[in-house]
């Protein structure tokens, strides 16, 4: 069909589209756009500089443990507690690099986690805050009957780090100075001292407008133990996975991603289908055993999108490494489905692996649900290399169909993940001129979409996005103040929303996960809908709110 099209600056959009956009009020709770429900969102990955704000206790994001002179970890129980004196980083929101400057981002921007934080821990302590003096701690006390050691942490406005030093520390009364402690909480400003509230407000209330959460970054996927020199040999067991008692939610030894439990929790509270992704490395056993767990534990009204690891296709990916090294040895073994076509190419067998191990996940899952098709509560998603449709997903559908029957059967869709960049850009290019080339970017994946949409119409099954967004990072520094200025831009907005409408649901696609909920802006990227989950109002909010009919 032939449109009559508008210049803004560089950028050329459909009059008619863009018309009709500017126009459209927000829809009314009952009265939500058709694709509100097709639409999720990333959570962002958990450290001490969660933009998220996820937890009410800041302690539950600590970085771990380390020396008084910061060089060397220190020994922990269990549970990582220290069993020594020790310093850890509560939170860190400053703007990179402001550590080591120039920063990237040209407005410096950094949120507000200013307040009184109330403090406590099991045993005894002199608690300092070291390394922003403008920090203090007030009204420190210990109760010898109780065991437990309060303070006040006052947070004044500006501060971007708050490094907290424990020293003369005792387990028990009696034990000797230097013992360590257990159970420390940093509870944020506006909530009681003994607050049993795991979530914060604000971030519940920033994930109201989704239908999916997906937990990749939560789940710290792409860094699963057992990638130092095993060759792919290292098995997950549920015994190695994160507990929701560990001292921290963030990854380091051998646990990674946050526990299981407060997956469950967060899921229940909101009332958010799941889209979860299982280690490369996991048992049977250990699938076998979460899903049991999320059957007994989560809400019967609940889906759960189910993925084999994250971007097993990408080479700078340990899991890459891992699922290929686990195809060799399955074809050394012998009697391999992934070569009974005589297939010497080592790729292909990875690729194959990939696609029967979801679909060795997706029967244990379905057995434990009672579930007898892959449309139920229980959906593998197959998700690989948008940018190469034939090897990753025509050739591997085929010798699915081939080995295992019809696709329909054991997997719900075919998902790929479609940013839009400005790698077309030069190295000068304007905030107008980056957001002309992530257009054409965004339409630049049309094709692959429509092949990979094709085929999975061709077997009855769904055409997804795991991933999809804005995507202005890769490391590197050039022009990086227009690449960020560019996210910031109110132009965004119709930027995100002509890739959802025109490109994506205008075309037939399903479900549409957005990369990612909130996070700072970098030179590794400006993915966030937000720099800060208390600003529900920038650009790339505006297009949620419009994509999902969202009012607060």
């Known amino acids: 069909m032939l449109r009559t099209r508008m210049i803004i600056g560089t950028l050329t959009w459909p009059v008619c589209w863009l018309a009709a956009l500017a126009a459209a009020p927000l829809a009314a709770a009952n009265d939500r756009p058709p694709h509100a429900h097709q639409i999720g969102v990333e959570l962002d990955g958990l450290s001490d500089g969660s933009r998220e704000r996820p937890f009410v206790d800041v302690a539950r994001t600590l970085r771990p443990w380390v020396s008084l002179d910061g060089k060397q970890e220190v020994p922990l129980d269990e549970h990582d507690w220290p069993r020594s004196d020790a310093v850890s980083v509560m939170f860190d929101i400053r703007p990179a690099f402001a550590w080591a400057p120039p920063i990237d981002d040209p407005d410096r921007f950094q949120p507000?986690?200013?307040?009184?934080?109330?403090?406590?821990?099991?045993?005894?302590?002199?608690?300092?805050?070291?390394?922003?003096?403008?920090?203090?701690?007030?009204?420190?006390?210990?109760?010898?009957?109780?065991?437990?050691?309060?303070?006040?942490?006052?947070?004044?406005?500006?501060?971007?780090?708050?490094?907290?030093?424990?020293?003369?520390?005792?387990?028990?009364?009696?034990?000797?100075?230097?013992?360590?402690?257990?159970?420390?909480?940093?509870?944020?400003?506006?909530?009681?001292?003994?607050?049993?509230?795991?979530?914060?407000?604000?971030?519940?209330?920033?994930?109201?407008?989704?239908?999916?959460?997906?937990?990749?970054?939560?789940?710290?996927?792409?860094?699963?133990?057992?990638?130092?020199?095993?060759?792919?040999?290292?098995?997950?067991?549920?015994?190695?996975?994160?507990?929701?008692?560990?001292?921290?939610?963030?990854?380091?030894?051998?646990?990674?991603?946050?526990?299981?439990?407060?997956?469950?929790?967060?899921?229940?509270?909101?009332?958010?289908?799941?889209?979860?992704?299982i280690p490369v490395a996991a048992t049977d056993d250990y699938i076998r055993t979460l899903a049991k767990m999320l059957k007994a534990e989560l809400k019967p009204n609940l889906t759960l999108y189910i993925e084999h690891s994250n971007e097993v296709w990408n080479y700078g990916f340990p899991q890459y490494i891992y699922n290929k090294l686990a195809a060799i040895e399955e074809v050394k073994r012998g009697k391999s489905t992934l070569n009974q076509d005589d297939s010497?190419?080592?790729?292909?067998?990875?690729?194959?692996?990939?696609?029967?191990?979801?679909?060795?996940?997706?029967?244990?899952?379905?057995?434990?649900?009672?579930?007898?098709?892959?449309?139920?509560?229980?959906?593998?998603?197959?998700?690989?290399?948008?940018?190469?449709?034939?090897?990753?997903?025509?050739?591997?559908?085929?010798?699915?169909?081939?080995?295992?029957?019809?696709p329909r059967d054991l997997i719900y869709g075919l998902a790929s993940g479609g940013y839009y960049n400005a790698n077309k850009a030069s190295s000068t290019a304007s905030v107008t001129q980056i957001l002309s080339a992530m257009k054409y970017s965004s339409d630049g994946n049309g094709k692959p979409r429509a092949l990979i949409r094709a085929l999975a119409r061709s077997y009855g099954i769904k055409d997804l996005q795991y991933e999809v967004g804005p995507d202005n990072g890769g490391g590197k520094t050039h022009n990086i103040a227009n690449r960020i200025r560019a996210n910031r831009d109110p132009r965004m907005e119709t930027l995100v929303l002509y890739d959802a409408n025109q490109n994506w649901f205008n075309e037939g696609g399903d479900i549409y996960m957005y990369f990612s909920h909130c996070s700072s802006y970098s030179r590794f990227g400006c993915w966030g809908l937000s720099e800060d989950v208390t600003d529900l109002n920038t650009p790339k909010w505006q297009a949620i709110r419009k994509l999902t009919g969202w009012n607060p």
């Open 112 to 277: 507000d986690w200013s307040g009184t934080y109330s403090v406590s821990l099991r045993g005894q302590a002199k608690i300092e805050a070291t390394e922003d003096r403008s920090c203090k701690i007030e009204n420190q006390t210990y109760d010898s009957k109780t065991n437990l050691t309060h303070a006040r942490l006052v947070v004044p406005k500006g501060v971007g780090i708050v490094v907290l030093k424990f020293t003369e520390t005792r387990r028990a009364p009696n034990d000797p100075a230097g013992s360590g402690f257990t159970d420390l909480r940093v509870i944020r400003p506006g909530y009681p001292p003994d607050s049993k509230q795991l979530f914060t407000n604000e971030f519940l209330k920033s994930l109201e407008p989704f239908a999916i959460l997906r937990y990749m970054d939560w789940l710290d996927t792409n860094h699963n133990p057992g990638f130092h020199g095993d060759k792919g040999h290292h098995a997950l067991e549920w015994s190695g996975r994160r507990r929701p008692d560990d001292a921290t939610q963030v990854s380091h030894h051998d646990r990674y991603g946050v526990a299981w439990e407060h997956v469950v929790a967060l899921a229940n509270q909101t009332g958010k289908d799941l889209w979860i992704n």
């Open 344 to 406: 010497r190419d080592q790729e292909i067998w990875a690729r194959r692996r990939h696609a029967k191990r979801l679909i060795e996940i997706g029967k244990i899952f379905r057995e434990v649900f009672g579930e007898k098709t892959a449309t139920g509560r229980i959906r593998p998603v197959y998700a690989s290399w948008l940018i190469f449709p034939e090897p990753y997903y025509t050739n591997v559908m085929v010798w699915v169909a081939k080995t295992y029957g019809p």
